[in-house]
């Protein structure tokens, strides 16, 4: 038992260092790879492409918001019916990150992947099992200094906090259903439940836009055609205005 604990310590103390050296979580190689420019051919990709999550993401940001108005000024019946709405509205912005999120593992093995990925930090997060997915996946990578390796079990930690979120937002939804007056505890968890998930969303954009960089204009060019297919009605990103979308991953969460 004490050969074990001293070995685990010994890893530690290596990893740590290694990590040190290697400057895995210096923040400015990571802000420098968020802010580098992706050039005009990369970023009309990238632009249609958080259009879509954001347009998303705002519409269910005001239809939240309308409902916790309703619901805490005492209008029952019209706050349940805009939760109704918004459980809706939830599955397309899920849906849409997770179909992204598919998409970027699948483009992964022929991108040129060098940088270190973001670090997610549990305590930016409200809801106990996103942050527990969190949590769990930053002590499972202290070791993992390979980049590619590294930037597949971050797309991953992000599908399964997705998962884990709408999974617990169904069950709030099913649970509050049977109820006849909402308390005060379930709008509480409703706003948490939406900042992770906008949260979430932010993350999987910039995961994008690291990609991206790793990319050949050919192969984002296919990544677009791709994705289109998936969602018919979205613009032609070809057609996607250059620049105006990145605001929105440096934007809080608009809820409450």
Not at 68 to 88: D, P
Not at 223 to 237: I, R, S, T, V, Y
Request: glycine share 6%; proline share 4%.
């Amino acid at each position: 038992m004490m050969t074990w604990l001293l070995e685990g310590m010994i890893l530690v103390v290596v990893g740590a260092l290694l990590r040190r050296v290697l400057r895995i979580d210096d923040p400015s190689r990571r802000l420098h790879q968020e802010l580098t420019p992706l050039g005009c051919a990369r970023a009309r990709v990238f632009d249609g492409l958080a259009e879509h999550v954001q347009t998303n993401a705002g519409i269910l940001a005001v239809v939240l918001n309308q409902a916790m108005e309703e619901g805490l000024a005492g209008n029952s019946e019209l706050a349940w019916g805009l939760v109704q709405l918004g459980a809706s509205q939830w599955g397309r912005l899920a849906g849409t990150v997770l179909a992204l999120l598919s998409q970027m593992s699948k483009y992964l093995p022929v991108a040129a992947v060098y940088s270190p990925v973001r670090r997610m930090r549990p305590e930016r997060f409200k809801s106990e099992k996103v942050i527990d997915c969190v949590s769990v996946h930053q002590a499972l990578t202290q070791f993992v200094l390979h980049s590619r390796l590294r930037f597949q079990l971050h797309l991953r930690l992000l599908r399964r906090a997705v998962e884990l979120l709408t999974a617990e937002f169904w069950l709030l939804n099913r649970t509050a259903e049977r109820l006849e007056a909402r308390p005060l505890e379930f709008w509480g968890r409703l706003d948490f439940y939406f900042h992770d998930l906008d949260l979430l969303s932010k993350e999987t954009l910039l995961a994008l836009h690291a990609l991206f960089h790793g990319l050949s204009e050919s192969e984002i060019k296919t990544f677009g055609a791709d994705f289109h297919a998936q969602f018919p009605k979205l613009e032609p990103l070809d057609n996607a205005a250059v620049g105006e979308k990145t605001a929105y991953l440096h934007s809080g969460p608009h809820t409450h």
